[in-house]
């Protein structure tokens, strides 16, 4: 294998890994809160789920980016293509968005969610506020996304 294309899968893995760590953490945490909601009122489990979920969103966005690079360098599809060094730098680098945004925001954005699971532990009916509030984190790794995503899709490897 090229180094070009070492560094390209070497950006692949750290788009999928960076976010789907910090979609683990974040969900993780998430859950701890929405477990101790749900021992002391079962009847707010479903509420709860749909708050601890939220962050799970930045590790399906770093896989769609892991995806799009296995299809750019022809592993899924018509076979590998040689990369160099230089476009296999600027490959890796147009995934550290999502990998270091998807990492970040999904722990950030586990941090609201727990305080939206503590607003539905006072106020049952605040669901819409909690997941409003964790959304406006979610928009940051959406930009992330963004970036990394478009820039794979559009650098020309030729």
């Given amino acids: 294998m090229e180094l070009g294309n070492f560094y390209a899968l070497l950006g692949a893995a750290l788009a999928f890994f960076g976010a789907g760590a910090g979609s683990a953490i974040g969900v993780g945490r998430a859950g701890q809160a929405a477990s ?22 930045q590790g399906l966005y770093g896989f769609v980016v892991a995806f799009m690079m296995l299809v750019k360098l022809g592993i899924i599809g018509s076979g590998m293509q040689t990369v160099s060094v230089a476009n296999g730098l600027s490959l890796l680098a147009l995934c550290l968005p999502i990998a270091i945004v998807g990492f970040i925001s999904a722990i950030m954005q586990a941090n609201v969610v727990i305080g939206g699971i503590n607003l539905l532990g006072k106020q049952e009916n605040q669901l819409g506020h909690g997941i409003l509030l964790a959304v406006m984190v979610e928009l940051f790794a959406i930009f992330a996304l963004l970036i990394s995503l478009l820039g794979i899709i559009m650098f020309n490897l030729g």
Avoid at 42 to 47: A, I, V, Y
């Fill in 36 to 57: 101790a909601l749900t021992a002391k009122d079962p009847s707010k489990f479903n509420n709860a789920m749909i708050l601890q979920l939220l962050p799970s969103t």
